[in-house]
């Protein structure tokens, strides 16, 4: 077959999506032509789609040996470093592109797309400045100008600008991210009215862009299954489990969403023997295998193997140390997933020992900061894209806690937002004492370590790198009227948890 056919069925199958016989076509033309840049890139892009990152960046670095000055493959490289998080090399690639072209309005977005989400406000507002003198008046420049203003707190000027354009649905990403930022300059300018109209407007844009296999009950029913279950199970049913003493006892941050869990992770990590693993999916691996081993039948739980309990709580440690940089012996390790809280009865099932520390927030506080935010929607997350399912979901959640803590004798500690936000010392020591820490007076100075990290992979990144506000205690009284609705689902719970 001759390279000019080999190269239209490449192309063919890369249009399709068929990234594996893509991949095959690419590299056999790469055979006669070792040095074709545009098959180089090509490649690359189907071996970044097929998750195959490192040997994308090996045909990228190929192409840019060819041809150092090339926009494309300078740009790939931006794109595939920040996909990976290694941020600052994304960077590096993407001033090369703007070096070669002074007027790349796709990299100067990326760029402030990064220091945007890596709180890096110093450098948002070099690049903005840049894009400005080479890109006059452009709607991509003022959202992010419009955005910094927000963060550096000049309400009325970032509302101005972000009222001043708009995006149509081919840029419903920013359209969703400057109708989420107006939202939180009415919030904070008071004019609340205004803030939950286009913080609706944010989650029916999440609505649009909703996978269609996502299905909110999935998730209700999941939690439903367990409640019914573990309303029935008698714990001395389950085998006594015969572990080695040696053997460590995970940690667990757990809560609804929105319920302060990011500010006492950032908090917590401040303190030098403390290491907080954010958001990883430990758990949700082991739960897919434990689920295999009980062929998704949670009253077979009762007859897992001892050896099988061990190769599982094994197989959860070999995760959570993949994701950690420097392991170090002398220093605890907390696993930080809210909604792990859903799993708890499967948790104890592997680690009867495990301690866990849930956080809590006032109920109608934590329903309506749910619905004020954007989350990657998933099953779960779908359930937060109007008032009513997100206190639908809070009440499937409660629920199922107060089921597990009335069956188990479960080692865990309660932290309050609003406690931590009053009286942060006093609620932090006891928090130490339960984890059997000295005190660090780190522990005051958390925002600095907030904007130390590289990411927070939470709706609250812009955040926690804020002193100690009180303002976001007590919102939902001011959106008493909107939140009508819900307050009959949540009101057990705010007199359960003593609001």
């Known amino acids: 077959m001759e390279v000019k056919e080999l190269f239209g069925l490449a192309l063919q199958e890369h249009k399709k999506k068929n990234f594996l016989s893509a991949e095959k076509f690419y590299k056999q033309i790469l055979k006669t032509y070792p040095n074709e840049v545009s098959t180089l890139n090509n490649l690359g892009t189907v071996l970044k789609e097929l998750k195959k990152n490192k040997e994308a960046i090996f045909y990228y670095e190929k192409a840019l040996l060819v041809k150092p000055q090339d926009i494309i493959t300078n740009y790939n490289l931006g794109l595939i470093f920040a996909s990976i998080e290694e941020f600052q ?16 309005l796709q990299a100067y977005h990326n760029m402030m797309d990064i220091f945007e989400k890596t709180n890096n406000q110093e450098k948002l507002e070099e690049i903005i400045t840049k894009a400005k003198s080479y890109l006059k008046d452009n709607s991509i420049i003022k959202l992010y ?8 707190e000049k309400f009325s000027v970032a509302i101005n600008i972000l009222e001043s354009i708009s995006f149509d649905f081919n840029n419903i990403k920013q359209e969703q991210l400057r109708v989420l930022t107006l939202g ?45 279950f573990f309303n029935k199970l008698k714990k001395e049913k389950w ?12 940690i667990f941050i757990i809560g609804f969403p929105r319920s302060g869990t990011t500010l006492l992770d950032t908090i917590l990590s401040s303190h030098p023997s403390i290491e907080v693993i954010e958001e990883k999916s430990m758990i949700p691996n082991l739960i897919g295998l434990l689920s295999e081993l009980t062929k998704n039948k949670l009253e077979n739980l009762r007859d897992i193997s001892n050896d099988q309990v061990v190769n599982l709580r094994n197989n959860y440690f070999k995760n959570l140390n993949s994701h950690i940089k420097n392991k170090n012996s002398s220093k605890l390790y907390v696993d930080k997933l809210p909604l792990n809280i859903i799993y708890v009865g499967e948790i104890l099932r592997i680690f009867p020992e495990a301690k866990f520390i849930i956080s809590l927030r006032h109920p109608c506080d934590c329903v309506l900061s749910c619905f004020m935010q954007t989350f990657e929607i998933n099953n779960a997350m779908a359930n937060f894209l109007n008032l009513e399912d997100s206190a639908n979901l809070y009440d499937h959640v409660m629920k199922l806690w107060i089921q597990y803590i009335s069956i188990f004798h479960i ?13 942060l010392e006093k609620t932090i020591k006891s928090l130490l004492k339960f984890l059997e ?29 804020r002193p100690i506000y009180s303002e976001a205690s007590g919102r939902w009284k001011m959106y008493e009227k909107k939140i009508s609705t819900i ?10 948890f003593n609001y």
Do not use: M
Not at 145 to 152: A, M, Q, R, S, V
Not at 448 to 453: C, I, M, R, V
Not at 487 to 495: E, F
């Open 437 to 465: 820490l000295p005190w660090d007076d780190n522990l005051l100075e958390f925002s600095k370590t907030a904007k130390q990290k590289q990411q927070i992979k939470t709706p609250s990144y812009d955040q926690v790198t």
């Open 239 to 250: 085998p006594s489990l015969k572990l080695s003493e040696d053997q460590t006892n995970p």
């Open 89 to 104: 090399k994304s960077i590096n690639y993407y001033e090369k592109v703007i070096k070669i072209d002074s007027k790349h």
């Open 184 to 228: 939180k300059c009415y919030d904070r300018s008071k004019y609340f009215d205004k803030a939950f109209d286009n913080f609706s407007k944010a989650n029916q844009i999440s609505f649009k862009l909703k996978n269609t296999n996502i299905n909110k009950n999935l998730y209700l029913e999941k939690i439903e299954s367990r409640n019914i």
């Open 145 to 152: 100008e419009g955005n910094l203003l927000y963060k550096k």
């Open 487 to 496: 307050y009959p689902i949540l009101k057990p719970w705010i007199k359960k």
């Open 411 to 423: 080692n865990y500690h309660e932290i309050k937002y609003e406690n931590l936000v009053q009286n």
